[in-house]
């Protein structure tokens, strides 16, 4: 077998950040190290590349072994290569970041390795550059909401406008106008309205709605302005990696 002389070989790690949303905060998924170092520190879901897979292949395998979560929303971010940002030997990070649903995925969740869940403004001190890696997510998924129905992906099967709203004024901490709101999320078609009302809030209650989604998939890759530019913290705009130009009203 010929291989390429005179060059270091490399680990390559997956790291996934799981964001997950339970209808009233948003939360990031997390497991103690089994291993030195940093044995029993909080850690994000991760695990080594094999020599017969692909990074996709790996992050899903990865998840699916620490987490027993399968079929869920990922999207590859990332590579960290600091020379020396794994203390025991040279090791290329590349970070997949995931969505999902809370309760939808209450049950899949493997006690074997007993991951937790922590809100994300009382998160653990986590093990290397683990907190770049949740920073860095958490900036793409502001980007990227921001133009596209992502988010849409932390929603259980049925919801309502409220939990909607909620969850977009969650990630950016802003308030949004109801009615501009529901008229741009309604306009798209993406979603379709059900007989059936949530009355856990109160009396009158709030109508359910799902997903269409063969509309969904047809609009996923198209700019959807659900949230005015006005809206959008500046700290947010200055992330964007296109222009903001594109969410206006």
Known sequence: MIKYSNQTRMLVSVDCVVFGFDGEDYKLLLIQRGFEPEKDKWSLMGGF????????????RILTKLTGLRNIYMEQLHAFSQPHRDPVERVIGVTYYALIDINQYARQLSDLYQPKWFTMNSLPNLIF????????????????????PILFELLPEKFTL?????????????????RNFSRKVLSTGIITKEEEK??????KGAFYYTLNKANYQAQFQRVLNFIPKNEIP?????????PVALLDN
């Open 162 to 178: 409220p939990q909607l709203q909620i969850l977009y004024e969650g990630l950016y901490d802003i308030s949004i106008d109801k």
């Open 129 to 148: 550059d683990h907190q770049e890696m949740v920073n860095l997510s958490l900036k793409q998924l502001r980007y990227k909401a921001a133009m596209h």
């Open 198 to 203: 949530d009355k856990s809030k109160s009396k």
């Open 49 to 60: 590349l094999q020599p017969n897979e692909s990074l996709d292949e790996a992050a899903q």
């Open 234 to 242: 500046l700290s947010v705009e200055a992330d964007q990696k296109e």
